[in-house]
């Protein structure tokens, strides 16, 4: 969990490619890539979607998938957010900060940290609506446990399976115009069941409290 909130206050850059009909988001449009995430919790699909088009002379923190509708990485971890509804990368869902920390990124399944750090407005009732006690990092994936024994076995807020297809390749600057040259995207998914508690954490407690999670992203290397 220690690692997930360190990944939120370092600078992370990545963007995301988009994943409608025509386009499956592997190829780059000149020096831009598109890009998208996708989370669907609770009923609600959240989704950015964009190109990075026309901001490439732009201050990468001023860009609108940075600043506003957040869709930022390496490989060190992924950071998704909606705050602006109004932006025109906005597709659906309501606001939310949303990230994934990677042990040790590498192609195929991976180990790691998730959680919301600032989950919004509907997701926080959402938890409360099915009894969950509201904290959205306290959570084990994937079966039912005791407070204590999330404790022992040090899976508090740890995902699996995390499917990594494309680790991409960093970006590089055109030294004639100072623009940005985007690299190739990083893709991933992931899906489970996350167990929430259904009591104030205490060695009684018990995660157990199911809220299925899905996770999709091509996300620009920066």
Do not use: H
Request: proline content about 4%.
């Amino acid at each position: 969990m220690k690692k997930l909130i360190y990944l939120f206050l370092t600078v992370l850059i990545v963007g995301c490619s988009s994943e409608d009909g025509g386009n499956d988001g592997d190829n780059n449009n000149s020096n831009n890539v598109n890009y998208f995430f996708e989370v669907e919790i609770g009923g609600e699909i959240f989704r950015v979607q964009g190109n990075t088009e026309d901001q490439a002379s732009t201050p990468i923190s001023l860009t609108d998938w940075v600043l506003y509708n957040k869709c930022v990485g390496s490989t060190d971890g992924v950071e998704f957010s909606i705050t602006d509804i109004t932006r025109d990368n906005f597709i659906s869902g309501q606001n939310m900060n949303f990230g994934i920390v990677f042990e040790n990124a590498q192609l195929g399944d991976n180990i790691g940290y998730t959680g919301f750090l600032n989950p919004g407005f509907y997701i926080e009732q959402y938890l409360n609506s099915i009894g969950a006690i509201y904290n959205p990092l306290l959570f084990v994936e994937n079966t039912t446990m005791s407070y204590l024994d999330g404790e022992i076995n040090n899976v508090v807020g740890k995902i699996s399976n995390i499917n990594l297809t494309d680790l991409g390749t960093p970006p590089t600057v055109n030294s004639a115009t100072g623009n940005i040259v985007y690299g190739e995207t990083i893709k991933g998914s992931y899906q489970g069941i996350l167990y929430f508690l259904s009591s104030p954490p205490a060695p009684d407690a018990n995660y157990d409290i199911a809220v299925p999670i899905r996770v999709a992203f091509n996300a620009v290397r920066l």
